[in-house]
């Protein structure tokens, strides 16, 4: 890992407005551009937690040196052009698109926002409320899947730099002024913390231009502040959220992983992690155990590597490279005792709900996986998949490009290229070794987000690791086949290695 971070800084510091990523499409109609900065969230000073999100946000919301941000809307509308921003640990990226025949037209625009964004107080106003929300209302309110993994990422990260969301925290929102929005743009977004990409049709007279504009950027060599390495503590130490009517019990588990897509030997963890649980796939184990068979929630996967948007994307996006990364596994909420209370008579006595049972089946697969290894068919079966669906990941030009700019970011020329290869060569040893260096369930970070009648017994539950027996309905129970009530009663009392359970009240989360 300290060789790959710091052929990372090398990278970093060798980056100028003149390197770019091309990817020439003949006769394609649209062009994409994308600016992308080597600063994200991770160098948010203290207190200002949110300020890469603050001013990236205040640029595409923004207007430029000349037209407003409703000027600019009116323009692109007829010529159907869309422009964003992203922001992850590592990397803030703007993206453009736009009908090449638009092409000329749309330019200055994307020209005024980069190096001339106006950064109006109006404008700022807005995009500071809408974050102000969403660190102190929505994460907490839209989704319990997508908060129990912020949480994970807040307590697996704490006290470094990867620990706070790219929006920030409550209080360091709040601090963010427009001088601190005016001066980490000029010390941060610079032509020497830049990769250029382009995807398209486009003219190499169009190309120069960028480049040449681009390269009127601030020549600073801004200091980026390293990525954490986080070591694997002793036990697993939880995190219960208590949250009034919470839908479910939402989980989410993991533990830092000392590998990235730099490492050859990604490709191996990528089929045991596919074969496991695959986000959205209903071929994997966690799925077929929790859901398919026992129909415990909507879906159960794991993951080895940061997935953005899980709620939403089907496939894994790009735009999100990272150096520190972690094993996670996601368990779509499960029904608390409330629930199985109101419906089932026969389970009126119930003091918790499925969260405790749900958690020891995934961890229990996992330690299958570690003991057993994948089997001949699985790992072939798996493999030829994975070898056919990572085509998918570029099925657009601008996912096509934002792969080959992540390449960049991790020492590689064309990661799916690569990656293809690599699974080429795989073995099934490969795989087996590549588990047992990796996967592990003794010590880890687990958050639940769960409803606030069941947080202090699914807390008691969990410390002193008393039996979750799993509760069915009679109608359900008598359906199932012996080979099931059989495991359900072994995992019920599966050993889970848990040193601390902690409740924290909803609204103190992300201070």
Not at 136 to 158: G, H, N, T, V
Not at 190 to 208: M, P, Q, R, S, V
Not at 349 to 368: D, N, P, S, T
């Amino acid at each position: 890992m300290k060789s790959f971070l710091i052929s990372i800084l090398l990278l970093m510091t060798s980056i100028n407005a003149q390197e770019i990523v091309e990817l020439k499409l003949p006769g394609s109609g649209k062009i994409i551009i994308k600016l992308m900065f080597f600063n994200g969230s991770k160098n948010d000073p203290k207190g200002k937690e949110g300020l890469t999100y603050t001013t990236a946000a205040s640029i595409t919301e923004g207007g430029t040196g000349t037209l407003s941000y409703n000027d600019i809307q009116d323009k692109i509308y007829p010529w159907a052009a869309a422009y964003s921003s992203s922001v992850d640990k590592e990397v803030t990226i703007f993206t453009f698109a736009v009908h090449k025949d638009w092409l000329n037209d749309f330019y200055p625009i994307i020209r005024g926002l980069i190096l001339e964004p106006s950064f109006n107080e109006n404008d700022f106003n807005r995009v500071k409320v809408k974050q102000q929300n969403y660190v102190d209302q929505i994460i907490r309110a839209s989704s319990d899947e997508d908060y129990s993994k912020m949480a994970l990422e807040d307590f697996l990260f704490r006290g470094t730099n990867y620990q706070h969301m790219v929006e920030g925290k409550s209080a360091s929102v709040k601090s963010i002024t427009l001088d601190d929005v005016k001066n980490y743009y000029k010390k941060y977004f610079t032509k020497n913390n830049l990769l250029i990409g382009i995807a398209g049709d486009y003219e190499d007279d169009f190309l120069n231009k960028l480049k040449k504009d681009m390269a009127e950027l601030p020549d600073e060599n801004p200091e980026i502040q390293p990525s954490p390495e986080i070591q694997i503590h002793d036990g697993i130490k939880m995190e219960i959220i208590s949250k009034k009517d919470a839908f479910g019990s939402a989980i989410f588990t993991g533990y830092p992983i000392n590998i990235t897509r730099a490492d050859d030997e990604f490709a191996a963890l990528m089929v045991a992690n596919s074969y496991l649980g695959e986000h959205r796939k209903s071929y994997g184990r966690l799925y077929q155990q929790l859901r398919e068979k026992r129909s415990m929630n909507y879906g159960d996967y794991s993951y080895i590597e940061w997935y953005q948007r899980g709620g939403n994307n089907m496939l894994p996006p790009s735009g999100v490279p990272r150096s520190s990364n972690y094993f996670s596994i996601w368990i779509r909420p499960v029904q608390i005792a409330k629930q199985l209370k109101e419906q089932y008579e026969e389970l009126s006595g119930a003091k918790i709900g499925h969260a405790h049972f749900a958690l020891r089946m995934a961890l229990r697969e996992v330690q299958k996986l570690v003991d057993n290894g994948m089997t001949s068919e699985d790992f072939e079966s798996t493999k030829s998949f994975l070898k056919s669906y990572i085509k998918l990941y570029t099925r657009t030009p601008a996912e096509q490009l934002g792969y080959l700019m992540d390449s960049k970011f991790y020492g590689r020329k064309d990661y799916i290229i690569e990656l293809g290869k690599l699974l080429d060569n795989v073995t099934l040893p490969d795989v087996n070794n590549a588990v047992k260096k990796y996967f592990q369930i003794e010590n880890m970070y687990v958050t639940i987000v769960t409803d606030e009648s069941e947080a202090e017994n699914l807390a008691e539950n969990l410390r002193k690791n008393l039996d979750s027996p799993m509760s069915y309905s009679n109608f359900v129970k008598e359906g199932l086949p012996e080979n099931i009530l059989r495991q359900d009663e072994e995992t019920a009392s599966f050993n889970l290695n848990v040193k601390s359970v902690d409740i924290i009240k909803s609204e103190d989360t992300f201070k």
